[in-house]
């Protein structure tokens, strides 16, 4: 089959990401995902406007697979935070909000986009060789022989997830 147009390039427009627009749609997009954090967190309805189905969660990836984003950059920020999950299966949202802070603070320090990447890229060798040493204070020893340890464990995970509405014992 023949086109009945000629097929034209792609079109990439380089944006920098101190312009207000940008700074504007970063704010709401970090402002849903931080009230939605937490065990303090809220739920959002997701809308599409059409009719249709409402969402009601507070999950990174229903967030975000039911969220119109537009703008090329939260694009690639929604797109990378539901790989992180597809891949991880958790920590969406802090994610989401870790890199909305990341782009804000890059922002604020008005350093060029190549210090910012190696000084990024350091700080996380940094941080995973830290995670990974026996010294690393985030290490906590858990019996999973222990029912009661089981139990507070499930109960710590719980409760984090509002939309689970349980009835206390």
Known sequence: MSRLEAKKPSLCKSEPL?????????????????????????????????GGCVCTTSQSSALLSNLPVTHPI??????????????????????????????????????????????????????????????????IPVDFSSPQTLLCLVRSIVTSKRSIVTSKP
């Not at 690639?76 to 990341?102: P, Q, R």
């Open 74 to 139: 939260l694009k690639i920020l929604t797109t990378s935070t539901k790989n992180h999950v597809s891949c991880f299966s958790d920590c969406g949202l802090f994610t989401a909000i870790l890199c909305c802070n990341l782009i804000e603070n890059v922002q604020r320090t008005g350093l060029t986009p190549t210090t910012v990447i190696k000084l990024n890229q350091h700080l996380l060798r940094l941080c995973t060789n830290y995670l990974k040493s026996e010294s690393c204070g985030c290490r």
């Open 18 to 50: 101190t312009s207000e627009k940008v700074r504007a749609t970063l704010c709401v997009l970090k402002g849903i995902l931080t009230s939605s954090y937490g065990p303090s967190g809220r739920l959002k309805q997701v809308h599409n406007g059409l």
